[in-house]
């Protein structure tokens, strides 16, 4: 495929229970970065891979969330022991070049929209 | 306070109206602004891409940056009902690691 595609594209789980969120980049972006949007608070940064670079994990909320990025492609999420306010849309990007130079920008795949009961 | 500040609409306008959207920002670092559009249940697509100060503009869509008020613009003309989204205004440093995002203006086009 041309695109950053996810799955699932839906998740509903139980309070208390671990979910996994994989995203497939763009075939040769080095970058992939992973949001949060949750209703009328924007996109909310999560974590930044980079090559073969130790990733940049400043905007996961708490040690419940980790992510791994395995041959420099394919990339999961994982939220443990989820809350209900991890309720929202998990987005993931990528890039052909890290970000913060001229022309580069991210391209988003889809989303996974996680309802946690 | 938010890095950037996105007035959440919504807002609607009838076909053909020209609408203006509009980000505030307060991290002068910040060199490049893009506009974001959302459709329901999709993903954010990049719209328009401007780096530093300046206009640029596509077709119907008109990017504006100021950097000396840290404000920047997203006009449309000639809106059409396929307009209807949700547009998110976003920027970065250089050397970012990410991009900051506006919480998203919801815009409906009313044929």
């Known amino acids: 495929g041309a695109g950053v595609s996810q799955s699932p594209s839906n998740k509903v789980t139980e309070k208390g229970k671990d979910v996994e969120l994989r995203c497939d980049p763009i075939?040769?972006?080095?970058?992939l970065y992973w949001y949060r949007q949750s209703l009328g608070q924007g996109l909310e940064f999560l974590i930044y891979?980079?090559?073969?670079?130790?990733?940049?994990k400043s905007g996961l909320p708490s040690d419940r969330f980790s992510a791994e990025r395995t041959g420099g492609s394919v990339s999961t999420l994982t939220i443990q022991r989820t809350q209900q306010e991890d309720s929202a849309v998990y987005l993931c990007?990528?890039?052909?070049?890290?970000?913060?130079?001229?022309?580069?920008?991210?391209?988003f795949g889809p989303g996974t929209r996680l309802l946690v009961l | 306070q938010k890095e950037v500040e996105q007035d959440p609409g919504p807002l609607s306008v009838p076909e053909g109206a020209i609408v203006s959207l509009n980000c505030t920002y307060s991290?002068?670092?910040?060199?490049?602004f893009m506009w974001y559009r959302q459709y329901s249940r999709k993903g954010p697509e990049l719209l328009m891409y401007?780096?530093?100060?300046g206009n640029k503009e596509d077709g119907r869509f008109t990017a504006q940056v100021d950097k000396s008020s840290k404000y920047i613009s997203l006009f449309i003309r000639d809106s059409q009902p396929s307009d209807s989204a949700t547009y998110l205004c976003?920027?970065?440093?250089?050397?970012?690691?990410?991009?900051?995002f506006g919480t998203g203006t919801r815009l409906t086009v009313i044929p």
């Open positions: 990007a990528s890039s052909l070049r890290p970000l913060g130079q001229p022309q580069e920008t991210q391209y």
């Open positions: 075939s040769g972006h080095t970058a």
């Open positions: 891979f980079q090559g073969n670079s130790a990733p940049d």
């Open positions: 991290n002068s670092a910040f060199q490049y």
């Open positions: 401007t780096y530093s100060s």
């Open positions: 976003a920027m970065s440093a250089t050397g970012a690691n990410n991009l900051f």
